[in-house]
Nanobody, 116 residues
Framework: VQLVESGGGLVQPGGSLRLTCAASRNIFDFNVMGWYRQAPGKQREPAAVAKRGVTTNYADSVKGRFTISADSAKNTVYLQMNSLKPEDTAVYYC???????????WGQGTQVTVSS
């Protein structure tokens, strides 16, 4: 299983980015998919996590600004990030949890830098 993130980059405060996570298999095979982030010197933390058919949870710091979505036809999960702040600077990772085994799969990460 491969999860490949893309879409990161340098953006000014107040700007937007859309991250993409392309899965090598049907995303319906995952019962949980989410975006996590890790800032320099900090632990990795969840930003937006969607449990299929149940709920979507956002970190308080991103509520109202970030939106997780999926396109099952493309086996892709997105993270739309608006009104970006310097404190959103981090490496963003995609994670999928296999519905059958409970195994977690991680992408390699994509760097997001918010700076003027």
């Amino acid at each position: 299983v491969q999860l490949v993130e893309s879409g990161g980059g340098l953006v000014q405060p107040g700007g937007s980015l859309r991250l993409t996570c392309a899965a090598s298999r049907n995303i319906f095979d995952f019962n949980v998919m989410g975006w996590y982030r890790q800032a320099p010197g900090k632990q990795r933390e969840p930003a937006a996590v969607a449990k299929r058919g149940v709920t979507t949870n956002y970190a308080d710091s991103v509520k109202g600004r970030f939106t997780i979505s999926a396109d099952s036809a493309k086996n892709t999960v997105y993270l739309q990030m608006n009104s970006l702040k310097p404190e959103d600077t981090a490496v963003y990772y995609c994670k999928g949890t296999d519905r059958a085994t409970g195994d977690d799969y991680w992408g390699q990460g994509t760097q997001v830098t918010v700076s003027s």
